[in-house]
Structure formats: structure tokens, C-alpha cells
């Protein structure tokens, strides 16, 4: 995936009216299904999931067999790719690149919809060795293409990082790398354009933010109420996206190609992480709570933005105002073996969790909403703070909510919410303030376990509250208890299933506690915690067995509001749940 490099500068905010852009064609919406990962569910799962989704369009970074025969006869449309590791082969030699094509698009086509060959991925960045050997390998492939009857329904392309750009800002500047304009992006565009192809570029705006704190917040995450920025040449954007694809346009325009496509073969906003040693310095929300850091908060926004962007046909910029978007949005799963480890930015730009929950909302229709989308839980509920991370956690998450969209003018000195004067207390309002201002969407409390969900009211003084509610089968008592001093006691707890979020998502949560270490033998057929049989008792069994093996870390156990912690020993029918794995 790209890491952009070129950080645009800003030189003037200024608070003007949004410019309308003529509408374009919508454009259409994928996901980049990458594999890099050994606890990915398998194709098959894979296809039912983006179905279910309305995913239409899935790029791969290979050709393989068993993700292509899956996605047969489903009528998604499938962008496949020659490796770097292959390209010299197919530039040197006509009949590799004919039998490539025999082997990995036509022995598909057309069951399996592919529709473009991606050569290459980010050669200038990752192998700038081939740069010579781009260009003829593209046209070996598209050779074999018309050769085999496929060229008018397979494009050739390769994806660009966006550091093959020498200048970007202001985005009139755009230009090529002078070591690859003349000799490779020049005879390039001139195939992409004899073909009737289009050039593809991976775009990461997140990245040029979190590089670049100081920038507008909703100007990178393409907020609708982003302000205008006026560059040097008096040209006004209302996005950082529209500023990055502006340079790109102008970098072909310089080569003599100014209605070129330009396609988004990946496009993503990472949920955590920091970049890899040896990078410079990254920032995290666990770190500082900066408003630039990747978070679930911050992606859910750019990526819905983007969305809803795209399906709207509003996808024109103000040098192209009728460029259309084509869009695979990186990545389908966080991949787990991706860069140097779970703490690595690039484990975590995925859409979904291994286990196929969902990382944050999105809706592949459009209805996603700004800034966080979709309706409110039915149930009510609200976002406290954990004490147990710590008075400074909690410090830089209760900045971050602050300076996000929450409203904390009842929590300084004076105002009707000051007291008590705890951290815990000062923070539970203020996340609970931003949780409900994103519709209470699950990952609007997240702050990296620096808070949890809860559905009960909880007080902001030192209190108990107590409920008891009997849910199909399971009785709850949930307390909690805040003592003078600000801290909760997280000596005892325990999780039990919520069941308002239904049983398909209870399901999906059971069977990814059972899979990962949760001792779920006492709730099969014949044994102790079988009955009441119900998806909601079985789901409290499996998700607090899995809490409790995680040491009860609050951030191990989210679930997505599939449930939620409690201070009371709960029982499911006769069976008490158990305080230890």
C-alpha cells in the first residue's frame, strides 16, 4: 500500500462557501482483498461477505485459484495482478506473458467477471530495478489480452503510489519524478490511452495528515463542513483528497495527457497503529490522543465521506469538475502478518476483523451519514471511562473527544458538571458526549479500551446503580461503582451478550470467542450451561469466557456492542458465569 510521502502545505484556511462541482457518472465501489494474514476466513466465507455487504468490485494481489473460482457466477467484477516478482518475465518474453494470461484471466473469463490486470504494484516505490521493464510487460499482457478475444474486456493497468509525484502542492505544481516522466509515465499514458485503460493510483490522504497535524481535521477527512484552503495559485479545496487527485491530474496534463481516467486501486484510513522502525515517528491515539492519529473515529468519517462521495456521482475536482471515481478501498480485513507486527499501521487499514465483524459502520449504498453513520442502537446505552488505564490514558483520550466534536464546557471548573473533580469522572462525560454526537455508533467508544459501552445510565457522582432485567433466559445485575477519588473498581467483572444487536451478529461474536481461546464445552448439547438454549445465553457464556482469559482487558473485548461489561456476578439460567476463564 502506499505511504505518501508529499505533505501538502497548507498556506491559508479560510472560511468560505463550498463550491458546487458538476456531477459526474457515479462511480463504483470495491474493496483490495489482501491475504497477508494466517487468520483470514476462507474464500468461499470471503465471497458471502461481500455480497451481504454490496461489495461489487474486489481487486486481489495475485491471481489465486481458489479466490478466483469462488467469486464465479456472482458478477462481481475482479481486478487480478501480475506480481512485481514476474514482471521482468513478462516484459522479456511474449509467450510468459501469453501463457500468464491463458492460465490466471482466461481460464476464469467469464465466470469469474475479471475485468482488469493489474501489472505490478507501486513498482516506482517497491522495485524501482523493474521501472524499465513496466511498460513493455503492460503491453506483452494486453498483447496476450487481444490475442486471446479479452482486451476489450480486461484493461491492462498499474497502480501508482503517489510519491511518484516530484510536486504536489500547490496542486497545479504536480508533477512527475523526473527519473520516471520522460522514460516511463510518458510511453505509459500514451498505452493507457491507446487501450482505452486508465492510469491507477493508490491515494492515502490519512497518511498526509497524520504526518501533518496541524491541518484542518475535517479538510483531510473530507467533512462536509470542511473549510476552504486557498493554495498559491488561488485555487480553493474543500478536501485533501480533491488537493492530491488535482496534483495527479496536473502531472499527466504536463505530459500530454489531460482526460486520462485516473483510478483508486487502493484508498484507506487506518483505525490504529503507528508506522514501522526506521520510518519517522508516527502518532497513535494510545500515544497522544491527536486528532491526526489514525483512530476508528477518524476513519469511519473518511471512508463514509468517500462513500457517499462516490455512489453520489459528486466526484468532480476543481481542475476536473467531471472526473468520475472508480474506488477499492483498502483493505477488505486488517492482515495481520502486513509490516512489523499488530502494532504497525498496516495491520490495521482493514474494513473488517478476521472474524468478519465489522472494524467501524459503513454502508456500500451511500446511507452512511457524516461523521459517524447509520441508525442509533435501538437500545440505549452509553460511553464510560475505564479507570484502569490510568489517569494519563484517559488524559489524552478526553483531549481527543474534546477537540473532536464533543462538548465540554459543562465539565470545566464551575459549570454544573465539574464535580466531582476525578479524571474518571471528567472523562466518562466527555466520551460519552462524543459517543452519542456519532450515533452511538461502537466505535465512537473506543479510545483504545480507554472506555467501554454500557446500558445502563451511569452516574457521574459516587453512586451505585443496580438493574435487574431478565432477557430470554439470563438474568443481569449490572453495578457500577464510583468511589471519591475517581476510580472504578475493576477488581471483578464480568461480559455478558446484549441482546438487541439480534442473533446473526451474537453468532458471529460466539464463534469468534470460541475460536480464540473462550472454553465453550459447557455450552454444548447435554452439558452443565446448555440450558436455556438461547443465541443470547450461549453468546454470555462464550464472550465472558473469552474476557476473562484476556485478563478482562476492556480494549481485548468489544465485540461491536455485542455485549457489555458488568460488576455483578450474572446468571444464565442455573448456570452462574465464572470469574476466570
Not at 500514451?190 to 491541518?215: A, E, I, K, R
Not at 504536463?254 to 515517528?281: I, M, Q, Y
Request: aromatic share 8%.
Amino acid at each position: 500500500m502506499a505511504l505518501t510521502r508529499l505533505i501538502f502545505l497548507v498556506l491559508l484556511c479560510a472560511a468560505l462557501p463550498l463550491l458546487f462541482f458538476s456531477r459526474s457518472e457515479a462511480g463504483e465501489l470495491g474493496v483490495s482483498y489482501g491475504r497477508v494474514a494466517n487468520n483470514l476466513p476462507d474464500p468461499a466465507s470471503v465471497v458471502k461477505l461481500l455480497k451481504s455487504n454490496g461489495i461489487t468490485m474486489v481487486r486481489i494481489y495475485d491471481a489465486d485459484h481458489d479466490v478466483l473460482t469462488s467469486l464465479a457466477n456472482t458478477g462481481m467484477k475482479v481486478m487480478v495482478m501480475l506480481p512485481n516478482e514476474n514482471l521482468a518475465s513478462a516484459s522479456s518474453s511474449y509467450a510468459y506473458a501469453l501463457d500468464w494470461a491463458k492460465s490466471n484471466v482466461a481460464a476464469y473469463h467469464p465466470s469469474t467477471q475479471i475485468n482488469g490486470v493489474a501489472v505490478g504494484n507501486e513498482v516506482f516505490r517497491s522495485r524501482p530495478d523493474l521501472n524499465s521493464d513496466l511498460v513493455p510487460a503492460m503491453a506483452n499482457v494486453h498483447k496476450a489480452l487481444a490475442q486471446l478475444g479479452l482486451d476489450d474486456a480486461v484493461k491492462v493497468t498499474t497502480p501508482l503510489a503517489f510519491d511518484a509525484l516530484k510536486a504536489s502542492s500547490p496542486p497545479s505544481s504536480g508533477r512527475f519524478k523526473d527519473e520516471i516522466a520522460q522514460p516511463v509515465m510518458k510511453p505509459m499514458l500514451s498505452f493507457l490511452q491507446q487501450t482505452g485503460s486508465y492510469l491507477s493510483v493508490n491515494l492515502y490522504p490519512c497518511l498526509t495528515y497524520m504526518y501533518q497535524p496541524d491541518m484542518n481535521r475535517d479538510f483531510a477527512l473530507g467533512n462536509p463542513n470542511a473549510p476552504g484552503v486557498r493554495y498559491g495559485d488561488d485555487t480553493v479545496y474543500h478536501s485533501l483528497l480533491d488537493a492530491q487527485l488535482d496534483a495527479m491530474h496536473y502531472a499527466m496534463d504536463d505530459l500530454g495527457f489531460p482526460s486520462l481516467k485516473v483510478s483508486h486501486t487502493e484508498h484507506g484510513c487506518a483505525t490504529g497503529g503507528r508506522r514501522k522502525p526506521g520510518n519517522p515517528p508516527g502518532r497513535r491515539l494510545g500515544d497522544d490522543g491527536g486528532a491526526a492519529a489514525p483512530s476508528v473515529a477518524n476513519a469511519q468519517a473518511y471512508i463514509n465521506n468517500l462513500i457517499i462521495r462516490v455512489v453520489s456521482g459528486k466526484t468532480g475536482t476543481p481542475h476536473r469538475p467531471d472526473a468520475d471515481m472508480d474506488v477499492y478501498i483498502f483493505a477488505l480485513f486488517n492482515e495481520n502478518l502486513k509490516g512489523s507486527g499488530p502494532d504497525d499501521i498496516e495491520a490495521n487499514y482493514g474494513l473488517f476483523y478476521p472474524n468478519m465483524q465489522k472494524v467501524y459502520e459503513f454502508d456500500f449504498h451511500g446511507s452512511g451519514g457524516q461523521p459517524s453513520p447509520g441508525p442509533p442502537p435501538t437500545t440505549p446505552s452509553w460511553c464510560v471511562a475505564n479507570a484502569a488505564v490510568g489517569n494519563e490514558r484517559l488524559w489524552e483520550a478526553l483531549n481527543y473527544s474534546c477537540a473532536n466534536g464533543a462538548d465540554c464546557s459543562a465539565i470545566q471548573r464551575g459549570a454544573a458538571c465539574f464535580e466531582p473533580d476525578t479524571m474518571v469522572a471528567h472523562a466518562s462525560y466527555a466520551f460519552n458526549d462524543y459517543y452519542h454526537r456519532n450515533n452511538r455508533v461502537s466505535g465512537a467508544c473506543d479510545f483504545k479500551g480507554a472506555a467501554s459501552i454500557v446500558y445502563r445510565e451511569p452516574a457521574d457522582r459516587s453512586i451505585v446503580i443496580i438493574k435487574s432485567n431478565g432477557v430470554r433466559g439470563i438474568r443481569v445485575t449490572l453495578v457500577r461503582k464510583f468511589r471519591r477519588g475517581g476510580t472504578c473498581d475493576p477488581n471483578v467483572s464480568w461480559y455478558v451478550a446484549n441482546a438487541g444487536v439480534g442473533d446473526k451478529r451474537l453468532k458471529d461474536a460466539l464463534d469468534f470467542a470460541c475460536d480464540h481461546g473462550a472454553d465453550c464445552s459447557a455450552i454444548q448439547p447435554g452439558a452443565a450451561c446448555y440450558e436455556p438454549n438461547t443465541m443470547v445465553a450461549h453468546a454470555s457464556y462464550a464472550l465472558n469466557s473469552y474476557y476473562q482469559k484476556m485478563n478482562r482487558a476492556s480494549g481485548k473485548c468489544d465485540f461491536l456492542g455485542a455485549g457489555s461489561v458488568v460488576y455483578h456476578q450474572p446468571s444464565v439460567g442455573n448456570c452462574v458465569l465464572p470469574s476466570n476463564g
